[in-house]
């Protein structure tokens, strides 16, 4: 006989929580505004937007 356990469930879930001042959320501030820079130079200076990784910042 094969048996199936439920996979367990806790009561409640903990979650993290980062405001403003987080290294995280100034880093994705950051990133976020060299994409949009790049993407404007971009399509100025080639009438298209290229590809491009700008995710991984150091503060």
């Known amino acids: 006989m094969i048996v199936v356990n439920k996979p367990f469930t806790p009561p409640y879930e903990v979650v993290e929580r980062k405001g403003l001042g987080h290294p995280d959320t100034l880093a994705d501030g950051i990133s976020e505004a060299i994409s949009r820079s790049l993407c404007r130079h971009y399509l100025e200076e080639s ?3 290229l590809h491009h990784n700008v ?5």
Do not use: E, R
């Open 47 to 49: 009438g298209q937007i």
């Open 55 to 59: 995710d991984k910042v150091l503060i």
